[in-house]
């Protein structure tokens, strides 16, 4: 160590990165991975990962009550107006208000009873009756401002939920590339259920503490208005009582989320070693470790246990504080003027009320606070801009050739001509173009490999394609401009056999064909084609989480008979045959070649062999294209970039590439 090595300094230098990407990605590592593509972490990682996601998320709520408090009554007026129409905006408050007026009134009529009893003595059944009165519309006002508040707060979580699920179906892909996996769910989840079943129940009983305090205030300075001032003085004390607790409650939670992380940590590391600590006889130490972080948790969470009771303690103070107010006040008056024994028992028992449930008022307020975020969260997940997709409105295309039978949307594209006309494709506004300058034509039926080295753009050229990216210039198919394409339709026309099969949990028929556009017969063929129908027992068979319940290379089959039933004019396969047997991966190359034979197909390809046989072999390096012919004239320079490809597969895989390209060419007659 003291000899600093450039070594020792290397694992230091990795060591402050390490620590600077976990300060900095750390939600995004815990959740999952924010961009499809990255290999998958080191699974010690991800277990130590999920016992931060607590930590995490705290971080998040942090980060967000920000936002809430910064947007303030925004967040709550939003969340009413997605939950109540106008009527019930103007009902809500009357019911909420009134019922607290009547139970009020109730409290007060019977104090004017006993007054006037010990008044005058009688049996007036009118007192009895009001009384009644006021006790029977205290039960349908509360009755009714809980179902009048229980539905808003239903529908605007309905509403919610929908807005957000609408606006995430429609979120561009760097939406995806930018939001790890599990902080989506999270908003579906966690933030949901929050808004679901907690916020509700906190919400109203917030209110309704609220009402009840104001109740409770105007009765006491009805009673006797000079307690108004020491309402005023109290009152203003807890305000400050209050907002201390607030910020040392959120502080303290924080705390403990980062405490129980290491616990939580220590303990899923121990289970996943658990056969290394017993063959090492390390229990002792992984137990002193446990003890130790478990000892920290404690502290922590002592810290909020003792936190909510020292606020307890001070807000029971004051409000004995203000019931001496109150009883001295009275005896103070009594010497000047004359008090009714009924007011001084309606202010004592009133005020004895606030003792206990100003504290659970506090509580629910703070607690309430902390559920908005999650309506925050959501609420920000409702405005996620949508995919760039001008002619969503406007099914109309237009051609840069005068207009002929295919401009008609449904059978388009009819032969599947592709031209890329000085395209370029970024990822983020302010990145450089991955794609730069694409300038190329594939005419109809062509089958084109396409080649280059690990982040050259290969498949940054299907994304374009599918416009899964913004693009600048334009990308013709059949002459028309694919931005001119609702992106529904252009998606929908162009079929593709991604790197990673991608397969639902629902039947074998929903799986092929999700929108029953084909009979049953249609789909078992394409099944029988694919050498699939032994393993498929039937269209109602359920495939499982991803497609486990099928191999790799059953999986690539089945979207390949999903290409095949959709029948379209282009198929792309996106390095399609790169995890599966030599068998399967000869099936997939046969059937391609059979059922797309009339078809434009565009190959992702990293084996070359593959794509030996193409028409023509497109050869990108660093986003541009540097070889652009069929595979044989390529392979005559021996500077080329496709020439040093195959060279690099060994002597005999070159010898035999070099052949097929060569009989290919014989075939076509190059
Ligand atoms: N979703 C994305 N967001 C930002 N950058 C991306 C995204 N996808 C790809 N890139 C970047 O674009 C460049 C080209 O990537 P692309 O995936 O097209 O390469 P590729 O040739 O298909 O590589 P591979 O053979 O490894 O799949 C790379 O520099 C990559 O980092």
Redesign the pocket.
Known sequence: MNSNSPYLQFLAKKEEEIEKERDGKADEDSFGHG?S?KPSTVSAKSVVSEAHMDDLHTDLEKEHEEVVLSQGITAYNRYILAGANLFMRFLLPISLIFGQVVTSAGDYWLTFWVKSRFAAPSADYTYLYIYTGLIIGCIIFTIIRSLIYYKVCMNASQNLHDKMFHSLLRAP??FF?TNPSGRILNRFSRDMGAMDEILPRVGLETITIFLVMCGILVMIAIVNYYMIIATIVLGSLFLVLRGWYVKTAKDIKHLEGIAKSPMLSHLSATLNGIATIRATKSEGVLKDGFDHHQNVHTSAWYLTLACMGAVGLWLDVLCVLFLLCIVFGFILMADYFEVSDSNVGLAVSQAMILTGMLQFGVRQSTEFINQMTSVERVLDYTEIKPEEDAASDNLNMTTIAPKTDTSDSENWPQFGRISFNHTYLR??PD?DP?LNDLNFEIKPGEKIGIV?????????II?ALFRL?PIEGGIFIDNIDTKTVPLSNLRDKISIIPQEPVLFSASVRYNLDPFGNYKDSEIYSVLEEVELKKAVPSLDFEITAGGSNFSIGQRQLLCLARAILRNNKILVLD?ATANVDHRTDALIQATIRKKFAHCTVLT?A?RLNTIMDSHRILV?AA?RIVEFDHPYVLLQNTDGFLYKMVLETGPAMTEQLIDIAAQTCAKTKL
């Open positions: 961009h593509r892909m760097r590339d990822y983020s990145d991955v280059g080295r690990t982040g050259a753009g290969k498949s940054s994304s990216a390095e992702v990293h990108m986003g």
